[in-house]
């Protein structure tokens, strides 16, 4: 049974920075090491990326955005974080909707690439990515990256 959430969707603006950060200091250190805090900050304050936040009511619950490669042949899911307290929800689920629905629209050709650890995968095989390499402690002690493309004929 899926359940209809309403979430207002906006570009990240640099107002929404300390909610950001909240967001994955709440995923620490299960999800996201304490290393990984920094390159997370660095991103935000970086120009011309691709981000979103998302709102239920006036909460700021989940971001989340990607990029691209300079011939435009790759796109790569980027930090999708959704508040702990609001894990389990579904808003995880609006959240890779809308980034994937963004990207094919954009780029209806595009592979489109994520990483992930061991605690998040499985989430992301039910929207069709499938794992192409497992590297233990990828991001850190504990923490396995797996690298996941999107199967070329998943829909949404």
């Not at 899911?77 to 890779?96: A, D, K, T």
């Not at 990515?129 to 949404?156: A, C, E, P, R």
Request: net charge positive; aromatic share 16%; charged share 25%.
């Amino acid at each position: 049974m899926s359940r209809l959430l309403y979430m207002r969707i906006e570009p990240y603006q640099q107002e929404h920075f300390e909610t950001c950060m909240q967001i994955i200091q709440s995923n620490t250190p299960k999800y996201i090491l304490p290393i990984e805090h920094l390159d997370y900050k660095k991103y935000l304050l970086r120009e011309n990326k691709t981000y979103f936040v998302f709102f239920k009511n006036n909460n700021l619950v989940a971001c989340g955005g990607y990029g691209l490669n300079k011939t435009k042949t790759k796109a790569g899911l980027s930090w999708g974080i959704v508040y702990r307290r609001y894990h389990n929800q579904g808003y995880g689920s609006q959240s890779i909707k809308y980034r994937l629905h963004h990207i094919k629209s954009d780029y209806p050709d595009i592979e489109i690439h994520l990483d992930t650890s061991q605690h998040t995968y499985q989430f992301f095989e039910k929207f069709g990515f499938i794992i192409k390499q497992i590297t233990k402690n990828g991001y850190g002690k504990g923490l396995d990256k797996y690298d996941m493309i999107l199967k070329g004929d998943s829909n949404l």
